[in-house]
């Protein structure tokens, strides 16, 4: 079954890179993957021919917003997908839920796909109110139209720390989001990689994964796509 692999590079990467990189890729996939490099590097990626994202976008249309980038700037330069609300843009940028809401209505408006992020910490996870905070949370995130868009549930202790939710944690998690969303594409994020990519892709309701640090090694990302 096709599944959609999200390769969030974050603030990595640079032309050398990128070059290296897709020399080693190897390019052929029935998977739909979505590259989201920097902004400065989309349109280097183009030419792969694979999908592409943003990290983020403005919640405005245009104007004097010094430094952002507008969703439809986003699509203009190729790109179909937008990330908004990744837990690092949350917690480094105080960004709320409502904000999140805001980005993801002007990506639909674009014409992009808003990829909506959610998660709890790990303080959260430990009281044992985890469920009910990422419903919470989703809920004040998701747009009114909810057609083209993707959430990705990525609990904030397994970004980036090695540590991966469990497969009877994620399981949990997106058969709650599935009751909310019935047939939107639920993502996993959070330490994906080589090694587990194929026992999360293969678990109910989890119709893709967002990876971070093992995408930016095109052996590793190699193996998660043929996951
Ligand atoms: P990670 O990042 O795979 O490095 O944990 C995931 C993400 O931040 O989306």
């Not at 490099?37 to 990290?55: D, E, N």
């Not at 808003?114 to 998701?142: M, N």
């Not at 959070?190 to 309701?205: F, K, M, R």
Request: charged share 15%; hydrophobic share 40%.
């Amino acid at each position: 079954m096709s599944k959609i692999i999200v390769a969030n590079w974050k603030m990595n990467g640079s032309f050398e890179f990128i070059e290296e990189f897709f020399q080693s890729f190897e390019s052929t996939t029935n998977h739909t993957l979505i590259f989201c490099p920097p902004f400065p590097y989309i349109s280097a990626i183009k030419s792969h021919g694979f999908s592409l994202g943003a990290q983020d976008c403005s919640p405005h249309t245009h104007g004097a917003y010094t430094g952002d980038i507008s969703a439809k700037m986003i699509k203009d330069i190729g790109a179909d997908y937008v990330i908004v609300g990744h837990s690092e843009r949350r917690h480094y940028h105080g960004e709320s839920s409502q904000l999140i809401k805001d980005k993801a209505t002007v990506a639909l408006d674009a014409g992009l796909t808003p990829i909506i992020c959610v998660g709890e910490s790990h303080q959260v996870r430990q009281s044992g109110s985890h469920i009910q905070f990422v419903i919470d949370q989703l809920q004040a995130s998701l747009p009114d139209h909810r057609q083209n868009i993707l959430v990705a549930y990525e609990p904030v202790w397994a970004i980036g720390t090695g540590l991966t939710a469990s497969p009877d944690d994620i399981g949990e998690m997106h058969a709650a989001l599935r009751n909310i969303l019935p047939t939107t594409p639920l993502l996993y994020g959070g330490s994906v990689n080589q090694e587990n990519a194929s026992v999360i892709l293969a678990l109910d309701n989890v119709e893709g994964v967002l990876v971070g640090g093992a995408s930016l090694k095109p052996q590793e990302l190699n193996q998660i796509v043929k996951s």
